[in-house]
């Protein structure tokens, strides 16, 4: 970790919206008032069709575990993020979409956005989509999959996207889990010249659905698909017959916005709810403050709307601030390895927010691709999803950014709804990998092993947080137990984050990583036991267990000890069927790097696997294993130790 500081311009401090003075006078309020600091938000920020009670009421003990902000006030999402702008900006740009082909750029207004999101929402309604019901999004990049966002708000839908890149197995496993009745999604996808058959894995997802009656088809491809007449409908087509006036429906501040899963630690990927009021206040505050973003900016996150990122900061926090936002369909690599910097400069982008991932294999591919652009129009820089490394952030500061743009590392997760820790461009000296410091109304906590708060500079442990913010998630879908369970249970009182920290000397924060069972793979999470059971599915596996290593250009990569089936010699054959099982069951995203055949794996007496052991083993770190002592047999270790793989 670098202990480099990079000061903050006072040119810049200068013109932001908040500097440091600033910064330690709302956070202070935002701590020590957080009703009247977040009322004053939640009033500037949204508009209301009606006020709430009470700013915020909150319980995080099991009993009486509840997070209500703005308790029954009413407000409509899409009606924040495009009808109150008409008058100001009917003609402004709200969506600059860049296609997967450089050729291919459409530009929404926001007059147009109100247009098309009305007669989708007629479509849904048509269907007899009904407040509260569910409708799944499997959809490429395209302005329809925003549309449809926005659509499922006007109603009351809730919305549950599910990542163009999971399987049809994953696509399923969600529809069913939310019960959803509609299905949008397109003939194919473009990424990068190649095309991924959506519908077709749609197809295969129906057959397991017997929920959904609708499946509603953009056509973007223009590859032949099957049809099932009845329920196959084209998206086109509908809403070509569609009136193009809807009246907003007025939502309970608590009233659920939208379901997006994710991998925990244990079990399947589980549906993190997040409601209307408080999470539309945390998107659009944050992604204002945060990115300094100003009237007639042009601000593009480069992730997928089918991650909470592309939710919140794409969608939301952007177009409920009237903003441009550039939605990408494409990959930082087609036509070639320039496309990014092409596109900031086609576009006049300001605001920049990207990953690590990405950066670093750009990074790999040296500086002429940046050089030949001119990225002058850039005065802020974003990244998001797994800690940077010193090497990536010197690069995208000096060569990206020119050394003159503050970047802001922004720590936070599916469940949080928006940002958590992040340092304020016109606020903090950087220091390259830190989160630095909490946003507003965030209070969080470094908590030992039993729950102990550690106090004072420096330290490190588990990051909990101790009351809610605004954005947090409300609950697992349709598993209150295991919303307590995975998130208040380990330290009775806190929000457990799953991530460990460390604060430094001058009491800023440093992410360090998950201390469970859940990997970070290019910034994409998977949960270890998933993919175990993945793995598990195979004839000819007895027993799997995984863990994650370092891995130079995806953050962490996946390293299976396999055991096959009757003692059997695991061959290359097999190794290669395994891998294409994890990726059939879960989706592209899950690709196992390495696979050791186990003839057994390190347990305890009771039979639990013992991760920490195989971790130790994938990162070589054999000298450091730890207490073994627990282990039931002590042989098994030697034997994986002697058989290891090079990471
Ligand atoms: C996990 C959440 C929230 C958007 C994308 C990922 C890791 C996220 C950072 C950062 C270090 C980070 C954490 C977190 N993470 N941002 N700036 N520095 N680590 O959302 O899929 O819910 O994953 O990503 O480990 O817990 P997610």
């Keep these: 970790m670098s202990d480099k500081t990079f000061p903050v311009s006072k040119e810049f401090a200068d013109q932001a919206h908040i500097n440091h003075a600033k910064y330690e006078e709302m956070y202070a309020r935002s701590i020590n008032d957080p009703d009247a600091f977040w009322a004053e938000q939640a009033n500037e920020y949204v508009t209301w069709f009606k006020p709430w009670k009470k700013t915020v009421d909150w319980s995080f003990a099991q009993a009486d575990l509840h997070i209500n902000w703005f308790t029954e006030a009413k407000l409509n999402v899409s009606y924040n993020c495009i009808d109150r702008h008409l008058e100001k900006r009917g003609d402004q740009t709200a969506i600059i979409w860049e296609g997967d082909s450089p050729e291919d750029t459409r530009l929404i207004s926001y007059r147009e956005l109100h247009k098309e999101v009305c007669q989708l929402a007629n479509v849904l309604k048509e269907r007899g989509v009904k407040k509260g019901d569910r409708v799944s999004l499997y959809m490429p990049m395209i302005p329809e999959a925003t549309f449809a966002m926005l659509a499922c708000t006007r109603i009351g839908a809730v919305h549950s996207i599910v990542f163009g890149g999971f399987s049809p197995e994953a696509l399923s496993s969600r529809i069913q889990d939310s019960d959803c009745s509609v299905v949008i999604t397109a003939d194919q996808s473009m990424r990068g010249g190649k095309r991924v058959p959506l519908k077709a894995n749609a197809d295969v997802a129906l057959k397991t659905c017997p929920s959904v009656h609708t499946c509603i088809v953009v056509k973007r491809g223009g590859d032949p698909i099957e049809w099932t007449e009845g329920r196959d409908v084209w998206y086109h087509d509908e809403v070509a017959k569609a009136s193009v006036d809807c009246e907003p429906e007025q939502m309970d501040s608590e009233d659920p916005l939208f379901i997006l899963y994710t991998s925990g630690s244990t079990g399947t990927p589980k549906g993190v709810l997040h409601t209307t009021g408080g999470y539309l206040v945390q998107a659009a505050m944050s992604h204002k403050t945060v990115f300094d973003y100003k009237d007639g900016d042009v601000y593009w996150c480069t992730a997928d709307v089918g991650w909470v990122t592309g939710h919140t900061y794409i969608v939301y926090g952007p177009l409920t601030n009237g903003a441009t936002t550039v939605m990408f369909e494409g990959i930082p690599s087609y036509p070639d390895m320039s496309r990014f910097w092409q596109i900031i400069d086609k576009h006049q982008v300001n605001i920049f927010y990207t990953a690590p991932t990405a950066i670093r294999s750009l990074m790999a591919a040296g500086n002429e691709p940046v050089e030949k652009t001119s990225r002058a129009s850039l005065r802020v820089l974003g990244t998001v999803g797994e800690p940077i490394n010193p090497e990536a952030w010197d690069w995208y500061h000096n060569v990206i950014g020119g050394g003159r743009c503050p970047i802001v590392d922004t720590w936070w997760q599916t469940e949080t709804g928006g940002h958590m ?227």
């Design 421 to 647: 820790m992040t340092p304020l461009p016109g606020v903090n000296d950087l220091k390259p990998g830190s989160a630095m410091q909490p946003f507003f109304g965030v209070s969080p906590v470094l908590l030992d092993d039993e729950g102990n708060v550690i106090e004072g500079n420096p330290a490190a442990g588990n990051l909990a947080i101790d009351r809610p913010w605004p954005g947090a998630i409300r609950g697992v879908y349709g598993d209150p137990k295991r919303f307590y369970e995975t998130y208040f249970a380990m330290f009775p009182g806190y929000y457990f984050t799953g991530d460990g920290a460390r604060r430094d000397e001058d009491g800023h924060y440093w992410i360090t990583g998950r201390v469970d069972d859940v990997l970070n793979i290019s910034g994409h999470r998977l949960g270890t036991a998933e993919i175990e059971a993945a793995l598990g599915l195979h004839p000819k596996v007895a027993e799997a267990a995984v863990v994650g290593y370092p891995h130079d250009l995806t953050g962490q990569g996946i390293y299976a000890y396999v055991t096959p089936m009757n003692g059997e010699v695991g061959t290359d054959e097999l190794k290669a069927e395994l891998i294409a099982t994890v990726r059939k069951e879960i989706g592209p995203i899950a690709k196992v790097n390495i696979i050791q055949w186990s003839p057994g794996l390190p347990k305890t007496r009771s039979g639990k696997i013992m991760r920490r052991i195989l971790r130790k083993i994938a990162t070589n770190e054999i000298d450091s294993m730890g207490d073994t002592s627990t282990l039931a047999e002590p042989s098994v270790v030697d034997d994986l130790v002697a058989h290891r793989e090079n990471t």
